[in-house]
């Protein structure tokens, strides 16, 4: 079993690092249990030499249209023989147990749960669990659902890139027979999923708070519980240097 993660950069270089060598250590931690993964990065800038400091494959693209440089992500990983295709971000964490149990090639995985991360919050979210499209992610896509669009499903100009790949799946699997969305929702814990919040930012991390907070929890001690402490310290330095967020 085959698994990519597809992660545009733009700039937030020590924050990109940090989430790079998180996601490394992800790909360590799957190939215990016979899941073999990688990661694509999508940049033109310094993170290109990031990601290829840390093992990663490289896309070269400037920063005009995020949906471009999504789709160009997954039709890397699509030709390199990923069997599932996940986008994350530059700025995010997520436990490796979440990618454990695939079901079959019929479901995409997403969950409900997500926390942003500030230097002194860390707020927990629960996101629409009763709308899989509008869940919290991140999305388990298999290459069936997007071989149909040569692996580009995203509008290429958009900023709104989980309901663009979402709307060009259905576009372009809508009369193949067996082919649709089916959700397979997995949340394991309310930590699974994290996004520090660095400018610059697609979503400001007020609205999220507005719409989807739970509760609020001090956030490195609460991510030290299902981190790596190295991690979690040099995020916390990363962080405190950061200006506040909007």
């Not at 993964?37 to 999508?42: D, E, G, S």
Request: charge should be neutral; charged fraction near 25%; glycine fraction near 4%.
């Amino acid at each position: 079993m085959t698994l990519w993660f597809v992660t545009p950069a733009w700039k937030r270089y020590e924050m990109t690092a940090i989430c790079l060598e998180q996601r490394q250590r992800v790909i360590a931690e799957l190939a215990k249990h016979d899941i073999e993964a990688y990661q694509v990065v999508i940049a033109d800038d310094d993170n290109l030499d990031i990601a290829r400091s840390l093992g990663c494959a490289t896309v070269e693209r400037d920063n005009e249209m995020v949906g471009r440089k999504f789709n160009d992500g997954m039709e890397y990983a699509g030709a390199h023989g990923a069997q599932w295709i996940v986008p994350i971000g530059s700025d995010s964490w997520i436990d490796p147990a979440y990618f454990l149990d695939l079901q079959s090639n019929r479901y995409t995985r997403t969950s409900e749960s997500y926390c942003t991360v500030t230097a002194d919050s860390l707020a927990e979210l629960r996101v629409s669990p009763h709308r899989p499209d509008y869940s919290a992610g991140p999305f388990v896509f298999h290459r069936r659902l997007l071989k149909t669009s040569g692996f580009r499903p995203s509008d290429e100009d958009s900023d709104m890139v989980d309901t663009s790949i979402l709307k060009g799946i259905r576009k372009h699997t809508h009369t193949r027979r067996g082919l649709r969305l089916r959700w397979d929702l997995t949340t394991l814990h309310p930590f699974q999923y994290i996004g520090f919040r660095v400018a610059p930012m697609m979503t400001s991390n007020a609205y999220l708070r507005k719409r989807w907070l739970v509760r609020e929890h001090e956030p490195w001690s609460t991510l030290a519980k299902h981190y790596p402490a190295d991690l979690v310290g040099r995020a916390r330095e990363i962080m405190q240097n950061e200006p506040p967020t909007p």
